[in-house]
């Protein structure tokens, strides 16, 4: 199946408020495709 996807360093559910800002993206998938992986060089498309 596809799936659109943001995975982040923390749950930011669980921190507080505060926090929030501070959570960041390690990877975005959309449509089932790697769009976007914290330190990697930009995907061709």
Do not use: K, S, W
Request: aromatic fraction near 4%.
């Amino acid at each position: 199946m596809l799936a659109d996807l943001v995975v982040v360093d923390r749950n930011p559910f669980t921190i507080p408020i505060t926090e929030v800002h501070g959570v960041q993206v390690r990877m975005t998938l959309i449509e089932g495709e790697i769009v976007y992986r914290q330190g990697a060089a930009a995907p061709a498309r």
